[in-house]
């Protein structure tokens, strides 16, 4: 494998396909993501859906082609998204009379439903997420991070008031999406409003979370947008309010997807491979057995329940017939929390040999309470990968005070903050140079909404 | 909403729509699935997951978008799918070089993918399913049954010789797809092997369940298909034997879909709407507060979380700014197993009212152990409702020894059992009158291999 220091993109490439995490499509930019990949996604979305529904929002499903002249709608909408439509031209074998896109995001055609759905101010807050397949167009993809087919939630909600809609959208930015990428995925995160150069096209505030990656980059891992009335005017989603008035409702949408799996691998990997925090991780643990016999058979065999009875996501490994480093390599690669081996002079002393993923020390441990141990051990080494990630984000983390230094002071990544009257009259130029400003904050480090600007500080790094 | 006896397609319609599952999409035949609809579908997707890869398979994700010549590479495959596909012509503003289908089944991407994955008898069995969405283009839609897109899970297997494939298809049908009928849905399947003239597009084998709806007609339920080695030849699947020769996969692939939606609602509904089987409902039991009131709100509250700690999803009503009979009807339709009605004079006497939805008798109960009373009743709904459908299946199943009888006994719906032998070159006379062989069983009911063919008796009905 590629090290990081070498050539990091490499190394990104060389740690999804060794670890099986995904393939290239036939089609330009598609990905296949491979069962280890997948089971990952699975769990991230076990854990936001729940956030998700502990916001009050239900899932539903919305069709996957819409009706070209719906994206036409709204302008700045069709606008953002026309250059990356897939388009279907033909259906059972005719010319279709409309062409139907591919859908790129659903708003369009979501707000066409609640339009209908939509009557009084009864029916609001409408509250409803999707957890669907998303195309658009990529010159130049990378998998994971971009890619012209991702998996996605997107959340779509009215609501009676600009304020309500403002606070949902905020609610979902910290309570789903934060408390996830921090204390789900050990990745914490820079949490503000996009500039008007980088807002959602439609919107009228974007609110995004920022991950700093294994090399100073940044990456944007989820988005929560104000919608205002925008897409409500444009879809006649209009309630009649408690006076009796008729009014047009305030919107959000929100969204995280398969580009999470990205963040995850360059967020805590290191030159061996994938390092996956516990609570994320599909495979907690890995019980090898060293050598083919039957007592350490059985001791691993016992060991691995008792571990599935404490809760732990275990996984045997007997494949004695595959060389023993050869899988040890493996459960390293793909970034397993612990690894246990057992051999027959280990059990003779009653010792396993214990490799932590986030350390790569190995230890003798004691049989006896092991499988306690280990489940404690699990929360530890959750907590050790978001304390470096922390460590790397405020060691990386630079005070500028004048957007020409900016790139003296990033060239070996990072971010910078500045005051944002320092920068906003240089935000185009900076971004020729290939920095972006990647978020506005208070000076308190809160999140700013649209109205709110003087003395704000900005983030700025090169993004993926 | 019309009666079924009045009119049984309508009243499918009216139910969906009264019960909020499902809108018709802006694209002919797709469907927008609503929170109740999806949350249907959720709890069969979690129930199926668990059986799938209880059956060792994992789940994966491939590209929504194929290579047209993909398709083309097994001839049955390209014959059966090309009436039916969605073309992507444009992307990204342009005309691509080669025109991209939306998926209509996954065969050709995947194994394109299974022949770089497989190469010695090692990687076998390779088992994935997939959760996703395919487009086929519909002429004559009906929302559930018969939809231009429509979510789905579909397993792709490889094995090392044709007996183990045969097993692993027959075990999908009979542990994943005939148990999670029978004792989540409480549909009992008549389980057998499709015709050649029923038979799946490049499958040598194709095996079915068929469910009887509250009309009598067939609804074919799910299938699972023996590929033989006729898309490893086609996509150059091999693997290195154990004794080093080279030899082609033999393959399976399976699926049931959002249709099992409509299947529900066909085969328990009755005149006043959906009747959900408590193992698939979202909501088991809910608990309606009658009028409002301090100590009513208190008590329904406090019973409500009864039932949560006993592990029933229950949902408390106490829109009391809503008449209340229009709250009950709503309930009713959307067939939740139990209902209970709180009012203040049930309270004073320390009793509550409880509606069964298989039985729409209303019996005051008391309050005392209350909840555990109701988590046992939802055991013996599940049942009832079993029983029922079983009942329907045995009283509307008839035997019938000629073909020209089939007519006359089906006039009303239901099954004709006859023998294989007297109908088999009948089978296209048949279908032009609308009846067709749902499948093919032993005489002990088993289901025949594609080589069994002595002595087997077809099940003749009209069908969705």
Redesign the interface.
């Known amino acids: 494998m590629t090290a990081q220091a070498e050539d990091f993109p490499r190394w990104y490439q060389d740690v999804v396909t060794t670890a099986t995490l995904a ?1 290239n ?4 930019g ?6 280890y990949g ?2 990952i ?2 769990r991230m979305q076990a854990e936001l859906d729940a956030r998700i529904k502990a916001a009050g929002a ?10 070209e002249s ?1 994206l036409r709608r709204e302008a700045q909408h069709v606008e953002g998204f ?12 005719k010319l279709l009379e409309e062409p ?1 896109v ?1 859908r790129p995001t659903s708003e369009t ?1 979501i707000n ?2 609640f339009a ?1 759905w939509v009557q009084s101010h009864r029916d609001l807050p409408l509250l ?1 997420n999707q957890w ?2 998303v ?1 658009r ?3 130049r993809p990378r998998v994971f991070l971009r890619t ?2 991702f ?1 996605w939630q997107e959340g779509h909600t009215a609501h009676a008031t600009a304020g309500e809609a403002q606070s949902y959208s905020l609610q979902i930015l910290h309570d789903v999406y934060e408390d996830f990428a921090r204390n789900v995925l050990a990745l914490p995160v820079v949490a503000g409003r996009k500039t008007d150069r980088e807002r959602f096209a439609g919107a009228d505030a974007t609110y995004t979370i920022e991950g700093m990656m294994g090399d100073g980059k940044a990456l944007q891992m989820g988005t929560s947008h104000e919608l205002g009335q925008n897409f409500s005017r444009a879809f006649g989603i209009t309630f009649q309010s408690r006076d009796g008035a008729n009014e047009f409702a305030w919107q959000t949408s929100w969204g995280v997807s398969t580009r999470l799996v990205g963040a995850l691998i360059m967020g805590h990997g290191d030159d061996a491979g994938l390092r996956l925090p516990p609570l994320i991780a599909p495979i907690q643990v890995v019980v090898m057995v060293v050598r083919a016999d039957p007592e350490v058979q059985d001791q691993a065999t016992r060991l691995g329940s008792e571990l599935a009875g404490l809760g732990v996501r275990v996984h045997g490994d007997d494949r004695t017939d595959v060389g023993f480093g050869r899988r040890a390599v493996e459960w390293e690669v793909k970034g397993v929390p612990v690894r246990i081996e057992l051999g027959p002079r280990d059990l003779a002393e009653g010792v396993a040999t214990l490799v932590r993923r986030d350390r790569e020390a190995k230890v003798q441990v004691g049989l006896s309470g092991l499988a306690e141990r280990v489940r404690d051990l699990l929360v530890e080494i959750q907590s050790t990968l978001l304390d470096e990630a922390e460590r790397r984000r405020r060691d990386r983390t630079f005070e500028v005070g004048d957007p020409s230094d900016v790139a003296a002071t990033l060239s070996e990544g990072g971010f910078a903050r500045m005051p944002w009257d320092a920068i906003r009259d240089h935000e185009a130029e900076m971004a020729a140079m290939g920095f972006t400003v990647r978020c506005l904050q208070g000076i308190d480090g809160s999140v700013p909404t649209a109205s709110t600007e003087p003395d704000l500080v900005a983030t700025v790094a090169r993004a993926y």
């Open positions: 393939d499509g036939p089609v330009r598609t990905m296949v993501i491979r069962p997948y089971a996604w699975e239900a899932n539903a499903y919305f069709p996957l082609l819409i009706p719906y026309s250059p990356e439509l897939a388009v279907v031209t033909h259906g059972g074998g139907a591919v055609i066409v439903f209908k409803i669907a397949n195309v167009w990529e010159l012209t087919e998996l």
